[in-house]
Nanobody, 126 residues
Framework: QVQLVESGGGLVQAGGSLRLSCVASGRTDSTYGMGWFRQAPGKEREFVVAITWSGGTIYYADSWKGRFTISRDTAKNTVYLQMVSLKPDDTAVYYC???????????????????WGQGAQVTVSS
């Protein structure tokens, strides 16, 4: 089992920045990739970005490339999501997820993730 705990969410004005953190604990040696997803009100959860734990290869959803940046600190078992130039449409619950699969062609697929955090609310005001 892997436990994931997100932090860093909150209320920010449009144009502002936030950095989300996700700390992994438990059987982290089985984790190959970490991803961020988000779910806006009334919408389905969608993929934002992912990173492979060992090599640090990054996979983006094209919609947010350039505004959202993922990074990891393997010593701290932590993955980060830096968000800049935030817009009201970015208001959502942001979820951290972990997967043991090494098949990177599916790394953007929600169903391939084994563990999920509780989510962090990000609200962007206009």
């Amino acid at each position: 089992q892997v436990q994931l705990v997100e932090s860093g969410g909150g209320l920010v004005q449009a144009g502002g920045s936030l950095r989300l953190s996700c700390v992994a604990s438990g059987r982290t040696d089985s984790t190959y990739g970490m991803g961020w997803f988000r779910q806006a009100p009334g919408k389905e959860r969608e993929f934002v970005v992912a990173i492979t734990w060992s090599g640090g290869t990054i996979y983006y959803a094209d919609s947010w490339k350039g505004r959202f940046t993922i990074s990891r600190d393997t010593a701290k078992n932590t993955v980060y999501l830096q968000m800049v130039s935030l817009k009201p449409d970015d208001t959502a619950v942001y979820y951290c997820a972990a997967r043991s699969s090494r098949t990177t062609v599916t790394i953007r697929q929600e169903s391939t993730y084994d563990y999920w955090g509780q989510g962090a609310q990000v609200t962007v005001s206009s």
